[in-house]
């Protein structure tokens, strides 16, 4: 079995026991680039499964197709609600993840799920915590649960998933919903791929704003306090008071849009719809500015930025001349006898002259 079959079958919700049965056939060979295509085009989740797992491998014969499929796929992409949300540990992004999917699904929306996972490279890619966790939501046919793994650094997720964001939105998904794990550089990346972000909180989580960065607050579109329910309620009342306070601080934003805070329960499902309104009045309000449109032109620049550096990067480390020396200056950098900066100069003028 190879690594993109045994990827299929390690992902719960990404296809049900039908979708296996019969996509059993397709699954014994390669697929051109016609069949990936016209099966993203028609929403068939075995062969956007296929495509994603080809985009993600590190393989240099898969490049050029997947590839290939990134720009078939991509004048069909662009028309979803792209909603990122990140959090403090144990504010319960999984299951308002959940919540809000199910949510969205009975009101006939079809949900991808990206779960930025930076712990997926030590098992081979495979992570099933965020799939165990939304069972309801991965058993629905019009849910796609993906995680990204990193590819052992913050930019491979950036590139990764916005790659995925793509083909989910060629398959028909108008809603993307994608989810940071923890709380630090990797939320930078995401709010540069997505049209609203939201920052999951909750009350008791510590002096509240403490152990958060300030410049994280200041992204969010809107701060949801979770957990508000049963004997919480008071307290998720006190939170959400405290966050506007700190909201206030922050300077005003040039597209004319103030961030709120409420507070919702993913368990009993009280204030997903609300929150819902808010992302529904931010878009239109970021549409008739014209703030939509410019955010992602400013997107689709930075991600052309860091797939130069990405290309670049990849050409340097396996040049000949580049790999022959590197043990030699890496050496003598550990030794205190060549300095980082020499070192790498010298590696890029080997990588020049061969080029």
């Not at 085009?41 to 050029?64: Q, Y």
């Not at 049209?195 to 949801?224: N, P, S, T």
């Amino acid at each position: 079995m190879s690594s993109e079959d045994q990827t299929l079958y390690l992902r719960p919700g990404v296809e049900s026991a039908a979708d296996i049965r019969a996509g059993g056939a397709r699954r014994r060979r390669r697929l051109s680039l016609t069949e990936y295509v016209e099966g993203i085009l028609a929403g068939d989740r075995i062969v956007l499964a296929r495509a994603i797992t080809l985009v993600e491998s590190a393989r240099p014969e898969d490049a050029e197709l997947a590839q290939q499929i990134i720009d078939a796929c991509l004048p069909k992409a662009g028309e979803s609600i792209r909603v990122g949300i990140t959090g403090v540990p144990g504010a319960g992004k999984s299951t308002f993840i959940e919540a809000l999917g199910s949510y969205l699904i009975g009101k006939a929306h079809h949900v991808a799920v990206l779960a930025v996972d930076p712990s997926s490279e030590r098992s081979g890619g495979s992570i099933l915590g965020d799939k165990t966790r939304m069972e309801r939501l991965s058993t629905s046919e019009a849910a796609f649960i993906r995680p990204s793994p990193t590819g052992g650094s913050l930019g491979g997720v950036a590139r990764r998933t916005r790659e995925t964001l793509v083909l989910c939105e060629a398959a028909g998904f108008r809603t993307v919903l994608i989810e940071t794990v923890g709380v630090g550089q990797s939320e930078t990346l995401v709010h540069g791929m997505v049209d609203f972000f939201l920052l999951l909180m909750i009350a008791g989580a510590g002096d509240e704003l403490q152990g958060i960065k300030r410049g994280i607050v200041e992204m969010a579109d809107l701060i949801a306090v979770n957990k508000a329910d049963e004997e919480n309620l008071k307290a998720a009342e006190s939170a959400r008071r405290e966050y506007a306070r700190a909201l206030h601080l922050s300077p005003a934003r040039e597209n004319g849009w103030n961030p709120t805070v409420v507070t919702c329960s993913a368990k009993t499902g009280k204030g997903i719809a609300e929150l819902w309104e808010v992302v529904l009045k931010h878009r239109e309000q970021m549409q008739a500015g014209g703030w939509l449109e410019q955010n992602r032109r400013q997107q689709r620049h930075t991600w052309l930025r860091e797939a130069m550096r990405h290309e670049l990067l990849e050409q340097f480390r396996h040049d000949e001349q580049v790999k022959a020396a590197l043990p030699a200056m890496e050496e003598a950098v550990q030794k205190g006898e060549l300095s980082p900066a020499r070192a790498a100069q010298q590696l890029i003028e080997r990588f020049r002259s061969s080029s």
